[in-house]
């Protein structure tokens, strides 16, 4: 269930569209099936979202589509349009037009009749069938005014993960493996709206298990997350909630004041244990000030779970070493851990250093289906192998999670049994030992 999709489907509403909504992995759809839905309800436009790994399925889809209906217009956007908005045009004609950053103003101007090429910040292609960018400056929406996402549109008590709450959008940071597709300046929903949209869920909707803050990382401003924390408490809302946060724009206080609020998990990136990769990746946090606020939201009762990335730009032995070392510190304060391996995904900085040769760092692949974080195979390294750094990431797990004392807290831990799916087991079972597999 995607946050930015109710968003544009909630602000077209406001506009006077019809809107459908359809999510073929909770549907498990074949592309055949969506598509032959999408067309019994004869749209004018269909609006697609895909991330690199789903962006040869989307164009599927919209090739369905396509044949079927020449006239419809099939409009993409998310990270990989974003990142690639006039090769997504280039490489998968299907598309007609790719909406760079965030979707509910452009596609408004499109459903209302704008001429695609009279719309600021978006790929269309010329008379000529060359994809082009549109010019002009687009105005970014003031989350206080966009209406309601539009909730009603999902089958929200079908999908097993919390329900995300936007309470801010844009990020100021630049860690080279992360793209900003809705730019880097900050928003802010007020706190009375933020509150508004999650007392609306929890009492039309029965929602109780949320996800506050954004796609990225909340808590951004200290006061605006503690009025936010303030107000659940003031308005007696009974609800639990995680978010994904940064261990430098925290402190024991505000820890304090989250927990009381209902937070009872919260994803944290720590990305490496050598203090020269964060900070050749910009990282710009503390290896100390991480230990000490992991280890103070385990001491709230806080369930973290630690995100690791494997295969940084300049990785090498020593570095994967002290990622080790660093591992072994934090288990003990922490429920989970993932250690991803690198991916160069289009709009990061790592793209643009793996395409010039820089950070030991070289794409191999530009096979999207290939672009998730646990396949990888897309990149090769100058300072290490690609087989290496996934004997070290079957060690890394293994250090994490073979013990009685880890599995007993996994299983006492409420978050992590909600957490934790099939195939997300599968995987933790699997993944230690893949490397010694491939050896033999």
């Known amino acids: 269930m995607n946050t ?10 406001s506009l006077g569209c019809e809107i459908l909504v359809l999510d073929p992995r909770l549907e498990q759809l074949t592309t055949k099936q969506l598509a032959e839905q999408i067309l ?7 609006g697609y979202t895909a991330a690199s790994q789903d ?3 989307a164009a599927e889809i919209a090739a369905e589509v396509k044949n079927a209906r020449a006239g419809v217009v099939n409009v993409v956007g998310g990270y990989h349009a974003s990142a690639l908005p006039t090769q997504t045009l280039a ?5 007609d037009i790719a909406v760079q950053g965030e979707g509910e103003i452009p596609f408004g101007q499109l459903v209302q009749g704008v001429p695609p090429e009279q719309v600021p910040g978006i790929a269309v292609r ?19 005014e966009l209406p309601m996402p539009a909730w009603d549109l999902f089958e929200l008590g079908r999908y097993p993960h919390p329900l995300l709450f936007e309470c801010v959008r844009g990020c100021p940071y630049n860690c080279v493996y992360c793209f900003h597709a809705v730019g880097r300046q900050v928003r802010y929903k007020s706190p009375e709206r933020a509150l508004d949209e999650i007392s609306y869920c929890y009492e039309k909707y029965g929602v109780r298990h949320m996800h506050l803050g ?19 408490l003031a308005r007696g809302l009974k609800i639990r909630w995680r978010t994904s946060a940064r261990t430098d724009l925290m402190d024991e206080e505000l820890i304090a004041l989250m927990r009381r609020s209902g937070c009872d998990s919260m994803d944290i990136g720590i990305e490496s244990g050598s203090a020269e990769i964060l900070r050749r990746c910009q990282k710009k946090t503390s290896l100390p000030e991480t230990i000490r606020i992991v280890r103070a939201c385990h001491e709230q009762g806080i369930e973290v779970e630690l995100n690791f990335l494997v295969g940084l730009p300049y990785e090498n032995q020593e570095s994967m070493k002290e990622t080790y070392d660093l591992v072994g510190k934090l288990r003990r304060y922490s ?24 950070g030991g760092l070289r794409i191999v692949s530009t096979d999207w289906r290939k672009y998730t974080k646990q396949a990888g195979r897309v990149l090769k390294y ?13 060690k890394l797990y293994r250090h994490y999670y073979f013990s009685l004392r880890k599995l007993f807290q996994v299983l006492r831990a409420p978050g992590a049994r909600r957490l934790i799916t099939p195939a997300r087991l599968l995987f933790m079972l699997k993944t230690p030992f893949t490397s010694r597999q491939r050896k033999r």
């Open 335 to 358: 429920t989970l851990a993932n250690f991803a391996l690198l991916m160069p995904f289009p709009g990061t900085a790592v793209y643009e250093m793996a395409m010039k040769h820089e």
């Open 91 to 95: 490489e998968f004609p299907a598309f």
């Open 55 to 57: 962006i040869c399925d």
């Open 4 to 13: 930015g999709i109710a968003s544009i489907a909630g602000y077209l509403r």
């Open 382 to 394: 100058d300072h290490v192998s690609q087989d290496e750094l996934e004997a070290w990431r079957a």
């Open 126 to 144: 010329s008379e000529a069938g060359t994809p082009v960018l549109t010019h002009g400056d687009r105005p970014l929406a003031n989350l206080d």
């Open 214 to 232: 954004t796609n990225g990382t909340w808590p951004l401003a200290r006061q605006h997350c503690a009025e936010i924390c303030e107000g659940i």
């Open 40 to 46: 019994a309800w004869t749209p004018d436009f269909v």
